[in-house]
């Protein structure tokens, strides 16, 4: 009865590796509080800079007696990483790290992550979850477009996959070439790259004539490390016919698949047996309850290797409070709508380039090709955002494309509150990216 | 009797309208006429050739999205007061012009005149009917 009820959809009964998903909530945080207590005596032991933080603040391992008490422990910030290059955070020794993960840091050194076996067989496990929660199974073939190596995307999705047991195409980035002839070649059905690059992939794609609907055997997408919005799901969906998933993970908790959105798309389920969520205000460091928007911060309950004690993640997104249709007891948060590092201050107004996204993307026909400048003329910042015209867009009449012009940037200024210069650019004239876009450059 | 255009869209900069010539060069194709609308900040080039569809082959793999449209010719005598005759027919059908562009032939005492109009098959019964020579692709490019 339970698996029937939990089916993923008619044709496709529950996974079992998902059973945790439907965990019942009070086992559930009986079990996370048991696992916080062990990670909290586990750090106090073999990280000196936390044990010094908890020492400041008078807090014993002992003294977490409820969940509530995680409150008492101190935060932990990318910059912590930074500071005890490499291997400082580390709570294993050498002797049982198997694998590092690094990710790039802004200033010059990157922060190095190390994984234990249980830690890798753990994050597999929550990779085989969120592909699980996509309806991915045994029988699809799977490219990882996402890069391998340090970066956690490729090699995160590729265990997942295999361990479920899909056909993995390894092609990792780069080569969009090669990325098409493989996709039509080897039938894949399942996705895994960034958001962005896949759009690169569907412009290319209808250069050379392919119908993504009738060439390909594509079903789903994986989408991550990066955020994207609802507008940019709907788009790519439209242009393809396949399903976009919500893929949400970050190197210093694991990687890919601490959290992803079933098919309901309700928000992104939380792993939370294994990553502890909450929402803090960013200012104050007061957790906000459930509902409440603010900053996300996780404290990874089973990991071994660099385990984080409420790890501020500056994505800013909440947590829901209605539980999802698909039965799953574990909760969702939001989609990540901004990152605090990614707010732009413009004329003294707050402005997230998402929101921009999101107003470009309501105007028909409007592919998300466009870059953000911010500048200062005087004393006034500007604000220009290029678009591509497109095929679609594109019209001999200056008259349509004034309009165009126009109607972004009413839908663009209705959403943000303040103005901005649109520039329509040629078409394929705009940075494309196989990993990580950049599409705000603020020269002030 | 609708010819098609080809028309691009560019930015205002140095360098970008030679761009889409060049690859016509290297295309061998001639363009008969063109005309380039511009705004502050980018241009639509608009242009008639022979073999538009190789054109729009060629323009598209060099990277260049082409829009195709159908719009009118039509020839006037080459003196004054030719254009101004056309346009009393155009005028009497209420169909507007969207916009319009006009070029010579060396070897010829008349001009021809392209119109994109916002109702072609109107323009054409109305102008067909008064007599005004509308020319098809085969009759255009044989000048």
């Known amino acids: 009865m339970f698996y029937q009820e939990c089916a993923h959809d008619e044709n496709t009964p529950v996974h079992p590796v998902s059973a945790p998903d439907y965990m019942p909530m009070d086992q559930l945080r009986a079990l996370q509080l048991h696992r916080l207590q062990g990670l909290v005596k586990r750090v106090y032991e073999n990280v000196p800079l936390t044990r010094k933080r908890m020492d400041e603040r008078k807090v014993k391992p002992e003294h977490i007696k409820s969940l509530k008490d995680i409150s008492l422990l101190p935060f932990s910030v990318k910059t912590d990483l930074r500071d005890e290059y490499p291997f400082g955070l580390f709570a294993s020794p050498m002797n049982d790290i198997v694998r590092f993960h690094c990710s790039s840091g802004t200033t010059g050194k990157p922060i190095v992550i190390g994984n234990t076996k249980n830690d890798i067989d753990l994050w597999q496990q929550a990779c085989m979850r969120a592909l699980a929660m996509c309806g991915v199974r045994s029988s699809d073939v799977m490219q990882v477009t996402y890069g391998y190596g340090l970066f956690t995307g490729g090699l995160g999705l590729h265990y997942g996959g295999e361990g479920i047991g899909c056909a993995v195409l390894p092609i990792s980035g780069g080569n969009t070439e090669r990325q098409l002839m493989m996709m039509l070649d080897m039938g894949v059905t399942v996705i895994a790259c960034t958001p962005s690059y896949f759009l690169h992939l569907i412009d290319e794609g209808h250069k050379r004539g392919i119908d993504f609907r009738k060439d390909t055997k594509l079903k789903h997408g994986i989408f991550g490390a990066e955020p994207w919005t609802e507008e940019m799901r709907t788009k790519i969906e439209n242009a393809t016919g396949i399903i976009a998933h919500d893929i949400y993970g970050l190197t210093e908790i694991c990687g890919p698949g601490v959290a992803n959105d079933c098919r309901f798309h309700n928000g992104l389920h939380i792993f939370e047996d294994h990553f502890y969520p909450e929402i803090i205000d960013p200012e104050t460091q007061e957790t906000l309850p459930d509902g409440e928007a603010g900053e996300l911060v996780f404290t990874t309950l089973t990991r071994t290797g660099t385990p984080m004690l409420r790890y501020r993640t500056r994505d800013i997104s909440r947590i829901n409070t209605k539980p999802c249709q698909c039965g799953r007891t574990i909760r969702t948060f939001e989609r990540i709508s901004a990152r605090s590092d990614d707010m732009l201050i413009i004329r003294g107004v707050n402005v997230f380039p998402s929101q921009i996204e999101s107003g470009l993307l309501k105007i028909d026909k409007v592919l998300p090709h466009y870059m953000i400048y911010v500048s200062r003329e005087g004393d006034l910042d500007k604000l220009e955002i290029q678009v591509e015209v497109t095929s679609e867009t594109l019209s001999d009449k200056i008259k349509t494309l004034e309009k165009l012009r126009s109607e972004i940037a009413q839908s663009v200024q209705h959403i943000i509150n303040i103005s901005a210069t649109i520039t329509l650019v040629e078409p394929h004239s705009l940075p494309r990216s196989e990993g990580k876009l950049c599409r705000v450059k603020d020269m002030r | ?143």
């Open chain 2, 1 to 143: 009797m609708k010819i098609q255009q080809i028309s691009l869209f560019l930015e205002n900069k140095p360098g970008h309208l030679n761009a889409i010539c060049r690859t016509l060069a290297n295309t061998k194709i001639n363009i008969v006429t063109l005309s380039l609308a511009d705004t502050q900040q980018f241009g639509i080039v608009r242009l008639i050739v022979e073999d538009w569809k190789k054109a729009k082959d060629a323009l598209e793999s060099a990277g260049h999205v082409v829009n195709v449209r159908e719009v009118v010719a039509a020839t006037i005598a080459n003196n004054p007061g030719g254009m101004s005759e056309i346009l009393d027919t155009v005028d009497k059908s209420g169909v507007n012009i969207e916009y319009m562009y006009a070029f010579t032939f060396r070897h010829d005492s008349k001009a021809v005149l392209i119109f994109r109009f916002d109702n072609p098959d109107k323009a054409i019964e109305a102008l067909t009917a008064a007599g005004r020579d509308v020319l098809n692709e085969v009759e255009l490019f044989k000048h």
